[in-house]
């Protein structure tokens, strides 16, 4: 059974979706382009985690136009996106200076 949306509805999901893409793509580019690890890190731990925004709203969306089911799921990867991806960012700045000044003390 397929269920037909309307056209702004698919508009702004498919908007959502490109603009995601978009973001995610860029935050991608930015670990080539950088020429350091904190500018590296710093690109993709951003544009992924607001390109997962955009693709999950985008998600949202459709799973409420659809009644398909409760987009808890969405809800609850989001949550543990915004929680996990500054952590672990953190984590591995903080390896990374202390690993730069092991080197210049030594």
Do not use: C, K
Not at 12 to 36: C, E, H, M, N, Y
Not at 57 to 82: C, G, K, M, N
Request: net charge neutral.
């Amino acid at each position: 059974m397929t269920t037909a949306i309307p056209f702004i509805p698919s508009l702004i999901i498919a908007t959502l979706l490109v603009i995601g893409g978009l973001i995610t793509l860029i935050g991608s580019l930015g670990l080539l382009r950088f020429p350091d690890f904190t500018g590296r890190i710093h690109a993709t731990t951003l544009g992924n985690t607001l390109g997962t925004i955009f693709v999950l709203s985008a998600s949202i969306i459709l799973s409420w136009y659809l009644d398909d089911r409760v987009f808890f799921h969405e809800i609850v990867i989001v949550i543990f996106l915004f929680i996990t991806s500054p952590v672990s960012a953190m984590l591995l700045m903080r390896s990374y200076t202390l690993r730069q000044e092991r080197i210049e003390n030594s």
